[in-house]
């Protein structure tokens, strides 16, 4: 990065092992890190809940969707475990802020700029002009499809575990937050899921038919939770209870899947 460029970002420490760096314009993550009630303690408080209580465990984790790499920096810092990651970003812009954050890290964690869907290969746009919000899908954002970013390439979660994580011991941790893409993402990680992964996935609020779930509740032999305000785990065994989670339209949920065979059970039901 040039002297001119480092002039232009803020530089974040998350904890003693874990550095983030961001545009000083970026109107995302200036919100974040200075909203006057310290939003970013409660920033996806229940990602966070589950990757600290899950330091010890000997898993990989599988970052979809990683925008600048936040949660790929902190995934892969000695407080939460240093876990194996791979961060995985569509859009050009963005990844080069994620190789930013790679380089201000040590390199720990693999960068790949790729398009998370159902097929390997393929080549989409991106729509958008808002760096968390780059969506493959026109009526994500239609007031911004002038704005886009073409040929990019796709891939499946399970192609990404083959590529990078062929010894893995333990089912991976997979945070799956791709812009209305989701349903696409987790048939594209069907295996990953099958070995018992935990996948943690956003239904946004935009979405009032809750898509998302309905199509995870519709998977055999498999649970969900969802970590509230209170830092209590909640099972949902029903649409209803995602309808009475879901209440704000501009903002995304993160909800806990996972076969109920899978070792990432005993995280919810412990």
Same mark, same amino acid.
């Given at each position: 990065?040039?002297?001119?460029?480092?002039?232009?970002?803020?530089?974040?420490?998350?904890?003693?092992?874990?550095?983030?760096?961001?545009?000083?314009?970026?109107?995302?993550?200036?919100?974040?890190?200075?909203?006057?009630?310290?939003?970013?303690?409660?920033?996806?408080?229940?990602?966070?809940? +589950?990757?600290?209580?899950?330091?010890?465990?000997?898993?990989?984790?599988?970052?979809?969707?990683?925008?600048?790499?936040?949660?790929?920096?902190?995934?892969?810092?000695?407080?939460?475990?240093? &876990?194996?990651?791979?961060?995985?970003?569509?859009?050009?812009?963005?990844?080069?802020?994620?190789?930013?954050?790679?380089? +201000?890290?040590?390199?720990?964690?693999?960068?790949?700029?790729?398009?998370?869907?159902?097929?390997?290969?393929?080549?989409?746009?991106?729509?958008?002009?808002?760096?968390?919000?780059?969506?493959?899908?026109?009526?994500?954002?239609?007031?911004?499809?002038?704005?886009?970013?073409?040929?990019?390439?796709?891939?499946?979660?399970?192609?990404?575990?083959?590529?990078?994580?062929?010894?893995?011991?333990?089912?991976?941790?997979?945070?799956?937050?791709?812009?209305?893409?989701?349903?696409?993402?987790?048939?594209?990680?069907?295996?990953?899921?099958?070995?018992?992964?935990?996948?943690?996935?956003?239904? &946004?609020?935009?979405?009032?038919?809750?898509?998302?779930?309905?199509?995870?509740?519709?998977?055999?032999?498999?649970?969900?939770?969802?970590?509230?305000?209170?830092?209590?785990?909640?099972? =949902?065994?029903? =649409?209803?209870?995602?309808? +009475?989670?879901?209440?704000?339209?501009?903002?995304?949920?993160?909800?806990?899947?996972?076969?109920?065979?899978?070792?990432?059970?005993?995280?919810?039901?412990?």
């Amino acid at each position: 990065m040039s002297d001119v460029a480092a002039a232009r970002m803020v530089s974040v420490v998350l904890n003693e092992d874990a550095r983030f760096l961001y545009p000083k314009d970026d109107p995302y993550w200036s919100e974040v890190f200075t909203w006057p009630q310290g939003r970013y303690g409660a920033y996806e408080r229940e990602i966070n809940w +589950a990757l600290l209580r899950a330091a010890e465990r000997p898993y990989a984790t599988i970052d979809a969707g990683a925008n600048y790499g936040f949660w790929s920096i902190l995934a892969s810092s000695a407080p939460y475990g240093r &876990h194996s990651t791979i961060a995985i970003e569509p859009s050009r812009t963005n990844f080069e802020h994620l190789l930013n954050n790679a380089k +201000a890290n040590g390199n720990r964690f693999h960068t790949l700029c790729r398009a998370v869907l159902d097929e390997s290969g393929k080549r989409v746009t991106l729509y958008g002009k808002r760096p968390g919000g780059l969506s493959l899908r026109k009526d994500w954002h239609p007031d911004e499809i002038d704005n886009s970013e073409e040929n990019i390439e796709t891939i499946t979660l399970d192609a990404v575990a083959d590529r990078y994580l062929q010894n893995r011991r333990y089912p991976v941790l997979i945070k799956l937050d791709v812009e209305g893409s989701e349903i696409a993402g987790i048939k594209g990680s069907r295996r990953l899921v099958d070995e018992g992964a935990l996948l943690t996935y956003e239904d &946004h609020g935009k979405e009032t038919t809750h898509p998302v779930s309905r199509f995870v509740l519709s998977l055999d032999d498999v649970d969900i939770w969802s970590v509230g305000a209170n830092q209590q785990a909640t099972r =949902i065994t029903a =649409i209803e209870q995602v309808a +009475a989670i879901k209440t704000n339209p501009r903002v995304g949920y993160n909800f806990f899947a996972y076969r109920r065979s899978s070792p990432w059970s005993s995280l919810f039901e412990g």
